[in-house]
Structures are given as structure tokens and as C-alpha cells.
């Protein structure tokens, strides 16, 4: 399969799988050499072992710099929104390249959550002229996070010449795949649930919920009100593009705040919505959303109309 539409020509997202050092070396300078020759910035990144180590093999060059993953992967949403927003905001009339490792996960939710953001990739970074290799080591890299980034990388390289992935899968559908582990809705009842049919019942909605998250949830306050936030937009887009009523149910936890959108319109809201910077008005709620939390996942509800289920910690 092939990424989105509305790609960029000068857009890939690349995959190297080595299983040493030496295929490393061979793949990342491959790929730094031809973002450098076409006059382009060039950024490296990896742990920090790992970037000396390609520092020393590769040197410096006004046009390359190196990062780490412990300052620039702090977590999914934070850093796929920080790449499009640097990208959105270039003015320079060339590409970036951006070659190194993607963080493995401390549990089965958290890398299942990376697998999605290599997946998203596609969608909220497609429009530009970025060209990405991603770097996984076999000996470091369980089997199935190998399977996942085959999955949800366009091209493979190995080292000086790439091709099309047969295993490719389209973001929109890598989210039914048992690698993307989308989570379901808790099966306990809600902390607090409500149900608004116009507009102006947002402002209610969120001083309920909001006084249910304070008291039943150790998440800062921070947190809290961008969850209101991301939820008063979800629920706005649902009365807009939707039909009314559009219920909330909010479930709080000790660490973890979890809520579910559901409105009564037809459904079929493509589950990618809100990951491309959106050229009008036009479901920009869900892009500020995306945002603000861990995770959004937009799906169809089993009694029609559309359901948006999102998780913040």
C-alpha cells in the first residue's frame, strides 16, 4: 500500500533493520550523505551511546546536527506535534532529513503507543517535504516491534538503496491491527456522566466533570484542564459536524483520566481526522484536542453516530 494522499513528492518515511553496528553505519551515512549532497538539513538522533558512536563515524558538516531521544521522544503525541509544528513553521525552500531510533516502550501499552505514532507519521507529517529513515536493531528489538515497523513504514533500505514495503499498512488501518492495541472503553461505570444538546451546555459540562477529575484523580491540574479542554472541542465538533445529544462519560483513576465522546450523527469519521494541520475551520477542535492528550481515537459507537475515546495522564 502507499501513504495517504495529499502527500508531499519530496515526503518518506524509511525503514533500516539492522543487526549490527556496521549496518547501521552503512544505512545512516547512505542517507545522511544524499540529504546532505541534495543541500538539505540533516538531523541525527539515538540514544546516547548510539549518537557518539555515529558522531564519530560521520563527522560534522554546517548542515548536520545530532539530538537525543531522552530530549526530543519524551512521549508520542508530544513528539509528533513538535516535528509539524518545526515543519510547518520552515520557510526554507529545502527538505529535512531526519534519520535515528524510535523509543522502545517501558510496557506493552507504551510501545504499542510508539507503534501508532509510526503509523500517524504518514497522516501528520505526509503534507511535508521530510524524509525520515527510522532505525531498528534487531538485537535490541523484540519480534514483534520489528513486525510493527514494517507495518508502518512505506520504504525499507538496506543501507544505500530502498524500496517499496510489502508488509506496509495504511494508518487508518494499522489501528485494527493487534499491534496498535487501540484500547476500549473501561467496562466499570463512569465516575461522572452527562449529556449536552447544545453549545451553550458545554460550559456546565466541564465544571462537572472538572470537579469529578480533581477529586477522584491525583493527575495535576495541568492535565485536568486540558483534558476539559480537548473534551469541550470533541464535544463541540460532535454538535457541529455530528447530531445532538453528544454524551460524555468520564472515568477518573489515580494516574490516568479516561473519556468518551459519543454523538448521535451518522458516524464514519475517518479515525486520522485532527493529525494533519488543517487548512480551514473545518475539525480543527480535533487537531487542538490530539494535542492535549496522550491518545484519541475516533471510532464509530455500537448505537450509531461517532465516538471519541481519549486518555491523559
Known sequence: MTPPSRTHPDYSHGLLVHDNDEELLEGTRAFVEQGLASGDQVLVHGTRDRVALLHEALGTHPRLDYGFDDELY??????LFAYQRKLAARTEPTRLWV?????LGCDAAAQA??????SAVDEALGAYPFRALCAYDTRTSPAAVIAAARATHSTVSNGPASGASPDYVAPAAFLADPLARVPAPPTSPPS???????LGDLTRARHLLGTSARSGSAVSSQTIEQVLIAVN?????????????VHISLWTDVDVLTCLIEDS?????????????PDGREHMGLWVARQLVDDLFIGDSPSAGCRV???AT
Open 74 to 79: 519524551l512521549d508520542p503525541t508530544r513528539t
Open 233 to 245: 472541542e470533541v464535544a463541540a465538533n460532535g454538535l457541529v459536524h455530528g447530531r445532538a445529544p
Open 99 to 103: 534519520t535515528g531510533t524510535v523509543p
Open 192 to 198: 461522572v456522566a452527562t449529556t449536552v444538546i447544545h
Open 309 to 311: 475515546l481519549l486518555t
Open 265 to 277: 450523527g451518522p458516524g464514519n469519521l475517518d479515525p486520522m481526522t485532527g493529525f494533519r494541520c
Open 113 to 118: 503507543a510508539w507503534n501508532r505514532y509510526e
